[in-house]
């Protein structure tokens, strides 16, 4: 029996890899590790950390910093003593980036896996080389990131995106869209709410004074979000033209004829539902200066990113204001053959991200790593 070691230190992380796990088969794989309740409801030897761990900003993890310290040097005794046969880095590359590091200086020399890429290629393309270096298996999940990395020498897998599999479920082919409704998509963060909703509500004041048939709906992702938005549309004077809901985000995307969306992953998940769309951006001037001189990639959005060109209407900083946002909105509402060309797009991108299975693709890659004479036909296979 093959003995596994799993890291992760996000909610994101812990499905991903609670889901990988269930596609390893039990009869051959041990399993501990660090994770969140759903991967220790899989094996109850993998450590339920995320309260601790899944920080948010650098001040947060400085303020953790000792925490963090005796964490590395825990988890990489541990990991010496249990000697698995590989070492699975899911995500979160602050803390599993340094750990390949120390395992490999302390001399660990069993199979270091990770899954879900960093996204180094948008702002440290530098780091692909080191990563090189240390790790003997790469599992991606979009798909110019296998080349990426595999110019670097590090042999790497496209498994596809989960994102496709996880949204099959929800997808309703009974659910019409409403050609007078328009979604207002702020993001699933307080911080973002309140930077991006304003510019969105102004936006379908102008909308709603051109054409008086036109509702609004958004979804906030709890209830807390949902009164702050509330009292926002309030304030706005659209009580009575715009609909909000806690937790239907991935139904509002299927009914509603176009909308706005803040960057992130709600993007990815538009495209997989086909929402005619733009996207929005807005943070602090000083870390988007900051931002924009670290990041080497031409776009924001990952659609745009992924087509190699701007699929998807970028509203970024000063130009995420409320008249360029209807003047977006209003060129999607007015042109039905702008909309469909925008989805015809938007499912090209989505049919990039592989037709799903993606995580037994990943347990695939993790058993080929594990066996030294699967993995010399890697290179040939294309997943």
Request: a negative charge; charged letters at 25%.
């Amino acid at each position: 029996m093959k003995r596994l070691f799993l890291v992760a230190g996000e909610v994101s992380g812990d499905t991903h890899g609670a889901a990988l796990m269930r596609s390893l088969p039990a009869r051959k794989f041990e399993m501990a590790g660090l994770g969140g309740p759903l991967m220790h409801a899989v094996s109850g030897a993998v450590e339920d950390w995320l309260d601790e761990a899944a920080v948010l900003g650098l001040w947060e993890v400085l303020r953790k910093y000792g925490y963090f310290k005796k964490k590395m040097e825990e988890t990489v005794a541990r990991i010496f003593a249990e000697k698995p046969d590989g070492v699975v880095l899911i995500d979160y590359p602050g803390y599993n980036l340094r750990l390949a590091k120390r395992l490999r200086e302390g001399g660990y020399t069993g199979k270091l896996i990770y899954y879900i890429s960093p996204q180094v290629w948008a702002w440290k393309k530098g780091r692909i080389k080191t990563m090189a270096a240390l790790l003997d298996r790469m599992i991606c999940i979009f798909p110019f990131e296998k080349a990426l990395y595999e110019s670097s020498g590090l042999p790497t897998v496209f498994a596809g995106h989960p994102l496709v599999d996880s949204l099959a479920a929800e997808r309703d082919a009974g659910i019409a869209r409403d050609e007078n409704l328009v979604a207002l998509l702020p993001g699933s963060r307080s911080r973002e709410v309140e930077a991006l909703f304003p510019p969105m509500l102004a936006a379908a004041r102008i909308l709603g004074m051109g054409n008086r048939e036109l509702r609004f709906v958004s979804a906030a992702a709890n209830a807390k979000l949902e009164a702050r938005m509330r009292e926002m549309a309030s304030e706005a004077g659209l009580d009575d033209v715009l609909e909000i809901e806690v937790g239907t985000v991935h139904e509002v995307m299927q009914r509603s004829v176009a909308g706005v969306v803040a960057s992130g992953t709600a993007t990815l998940e538009a495209a997989c539902f086909g929402l005619p769309y733009c996207l929005v951006y807005r943070v602090a001037w000083l870390t988007y200066v900051v931002g924009r001189l670290l990041v080497e990639v031409e776009f924001l959005g990952i659609v745009n990113v992924i087509a190699g060109r701007e699929v998807v209407r970028e509203l970024l900083q000063g130009d995420a204001t409320g008249p360029k946002i209807a003047a977006e909105l209003s060129r999607l509402l007015g042109d039905a053959a702008a909309r469909e060309a925008l989805r015809i797009d938007l499912a090209g991108v989505v049919e990039t991200l592989g037709a799903g299975g993606a995580h037994g693709r990943a347990a695939e890659a993790v058993m080929e790593a594990l066996d030294p004479a699967a993995a010399e036909s890697l290179a040939d296979r294309d997943f």
